[in-house]
């Protein structure tokens, strides 16, 4: 138990530090054969994703994470190590940003299902909402971007390699640090990549009533990706630009800031609304809506 | 949405109000055809059941209950109107102490779930857990009991009333502001009946490494439990000790501790181990494991 559990599982609840006196908190759901398949998954490895998914939403309000609390569905069927394996999985990349999985429930269902709620601590910051970016602000990036939907594309394609995109979508990478430090630095807006780049941010334009323009230029391809795009017959770019699962940061800062290495720029803020990239319609698939 | 409610609905993570510093938290699942009958509850009933589920173990924390969480997973053929429904009892029961909904997650599934997470205050207090309880402590009760489970035997027979016993089923009425009450009060330990009276008796006997005696004379059946209980050929008794979810509170306290009227003797803590009845052992049921 991290030093934020002041009272771990056993009793009706838990008891989390919360030592900025408010704390930021988030939930999210992953259903079997919707957000996942075990087939493509090890159950370590749906534990890693089901945190990271809901300790990137803390990260991007520039909280630090503090505690996870589980809810497990499970068919009767399936054996309790895999029920070991997810907890293995969730308390492993909880302990990632020194939290810890404080509470949880289980029953049986005929659908595995694993919801997760985490809690975040702002440290004194106020939370970086999706509403407050305004025109003449940098659009900056944390975080790889397209790696995990290219996993995905090979997966569902019948591949298992290359391992480094595979293991992207099966285990993201997210840049936690990088949410309170662009909380400390003065973004005024943020947002968890989790649909895509431009579907995410065409949410932080709608809060911010703002247009913004990404540069496809400033994204390098990396070489396992193009040359999984070339044997796929896939534009990486739709990866890059509509791709989810990374679990990126975005957020936007005043143009004056000095943004530190773990923020590449990658646009601009402007009078307006809705997202272009290069100045026009980007006429690709816009989000990426898990898969059927 | 509640005073506690600094950031509502709508951005990555919700921000709540944490006065205390730390914060009390729990979670727990309901699955469609194992904690609720859709023919048998309203959307809005089961709303309320899984609000009054999760606030009851913050209030038996000693914790005033600030936000709620709900993760939906929803059949694509259930109606709109019903995920509504459940969207307004959640509201409506949380209202009733204060709190809000502050966030949430939907998906599609083949079965209809519902997690809940419940955040609360402790106002300066310490929290108070199961394994505090000592001999000589006085074991007492707030808020009804049987009622709940009176009302699901009546409709698993296929009958609608006596209304009272249905809709204790239906919208428990939890004693939540018996909770902080308890811990001003100086209770030892603290538990949210929800799996039976004895069952979760013996939760705190076993986490207290101590026995606990309950005097069954001290329970009235009222009439229309008795009338049901002869009309089904029930012994009351088995729902007052052993029918789980009207999410009383059971508490221990100090023998000099002057009870306040919520808070209602029912039995005694001893040296020793286990659960009695009027000092023997009970040979019913001991505890309420949902239908099946």
Not at 2 to 14: H, I
Not at 35 to 41: A, V
Not at 186 to 213: E, Q, R
């Amino acid at each position: 138990m991290g030093p934020t559990t002041l009272l771990g599982p056993g009793d009706d609840a838990a008891v989390v530090a919360a030592p900025d006196g408010r704390v930021a908190v988030s939930t999210d759901v992953l259903v079997d054969g919707r957000h996942f398949r075990r087939d493509w998954c090890s159950a370590a490895d749906v534990g890693h994703r089901a945190a990271a998914a809901n300790l990137a939403d803390i990260a991007a309000m520039g909280a630090t994470p503090t505690a996870l609390l589980v809810a497990l569905c499970m068919p009767a069927e399936l054996e309790t190590s895999w029920a070991e394996g997810l907890a293995d999985g969730l308390a492993a990349e909880a302990a990632t940003v020194g939290a810890s999985v404080v509470g949880g429930d289980m029953s049986a269902s005929p659908t595995l299902t694993i919801a997760v709620t985490a809690l975040g601590d702002l440290g004194g910051r106020a939370p970086v909402v999706r509403s407050g970016a305004r025109p003449g602000d940098v659009l900056a990036l944390a975080g790889r971007i397209g790696y995990a939907a290219a996993g995905l594309t090979v997966l569902t394609r019948g591949f298992r390699t290359p391992r480094l995109l595979v293991e992207a979508y099966r285990r993201p990478q997210v840049p936690y640090a990088a949410g309170p430090q662009a909380a400390v630095l003065g973004a005024t807006a943020m947002i968890d990549v989790s649909d895509g780049l431009l579907a995410d941010l065409g949410h932080v334009a709608k809060a911010s009533g703002v247009a913004i323009d990404v540069r496809r230029d400033v994204f390098e391809v990396p070489r396992q990706m193009a040359d999984a795009a070339r044997a796929l017959g896939v534009d990486p770019y739709t990866w890059i630009l509509a791709g989810g699962e990374d679990h990126a940061l975005a957020a936007t800062f005043p143009p004056e800031v000095a943004l530190p290495p773990e923020w590449r720029p990658i646009g601009l803020v402007t009078a307006g609304a809705g997202v272009t990239v290069d100045g026009g319609a980007y006429d690709g698939p816009r989000g990426w809506d898990h898969f059927r």
